[in-house]
T-cell receptor, first 110, second 113 residues
Framework: EDKVVQSPLSLVVHEGDTVTLNCSYE??????LLWYKQEKKAPTFLFML????IEKKSGRLSSILDKKELFSILNITATQTGDSAIYLC??????????FGQGTRLTINP | EAGVAQSPRYKIIEKRQSVAFWCNPI?????LYWYQQILGQGPKLLIQ????????DSQLPKDRFSAERLKGVDSTLKIQPAKLEDSAVYLC???????????FGPGTRLLVL
């Protein structure tokens, strides 16, 4: 059975801290791995990763994929209260069929 | 560019009742997806349309769920009859083509009592 597992499920840190969110996967077909940020209800796209070892960056967020060990990490540096959200990892199995992990709920306290 | 629109935003019904959700994708997006997100879980794909044709409905509980996209633009998802375990957020997403990034709507939160 295809599965995507995220850890930790929940994380509470102080503003300014750096956090690392983990995503491991076991799927029959792998095309890419995506990270989404979900505030309130609608997930918003962050990154798409297809190649191992190439870091994607956007401001304070960065992500990298390891296709040999079947995992990805999402780093957020100098966290702000606006980073509080659920972060979802999803694997694209082709034709954008996404298998999502259960998400990591990140809370940033001032 | 307008985003994916969904309605209603919230719906409360009793078990065994029927309910329908509506989705209008981003203009020009050929691919449309319906997801079910139960509290504490990631979204689960229910059905994927390419224009007005079904690409994947393998996880759609077809005894009670149905979906259509008759003109290849907006779509409706129906549940009949609803069960308690259908309580969830129903997310609609669209992408320009099947292999491109999906954009999500705000979702409809359904509570079945």
């Amino acid at each position: 059975e295809d599965k995507v597992v995220q850890s930790p499920l929940s994380l509470v840190v102080h503003e300014g801290d750096t956090v690392t969110l983990n995503c491991s996967y076991e799927v029959t077909n792998f095309r890419s791995l995506l990270w989404y940020k979900q505030e309130k209800k609608a997930p918003t796209f962050l990154f798409m990763l297809t190649s191992s070892g190439i870091e994607k960056k956007s401001g304070r967020l960065s992500s990298i994929l390891d296709k040999k060990e079947l995992f990805s990490i999402l780093n957020i540096t100098a966290t702000q209260t606006g980073d509080s959200a659920i972060y979802l990892c999803a694997v694209n199995q082709g034709a954008q069929k996404l298998v999502f992990g259960q998400g990591t709920r990140l809370t940033i306290n001032p | 560019e307008a985003g994916v629109a969904q309605s209603p935003r919230y719906k409360i019904i009793e078990k065994r009742q029927s309910v329908a959700f509506w989705c209008n994708p981003i203009s020009g997006h050929a691919t449309l997806y319906w997801y079910q997100q139960i509290l504490g879980q990631g979204p689960k794909l229910l059905i994927q349309f390419q224009n007005n044709g079904v690409v994947d409905d393998s996880q759609l509980p077809k005894d009670r769920f149905s979906a259509e996209r008759l003109k290849g633009v907006d779509s409706t998802l129906k549940i009949q009859p609803a069960k308690l375990e259908d309580s969830a957020v129903y997310l609609c997403a669209s992408s320009p083509r099947a292999w491109e990034t999906q954009y999500f709507g705000p979702g409809t939160r359904l509570l079945v009592l």
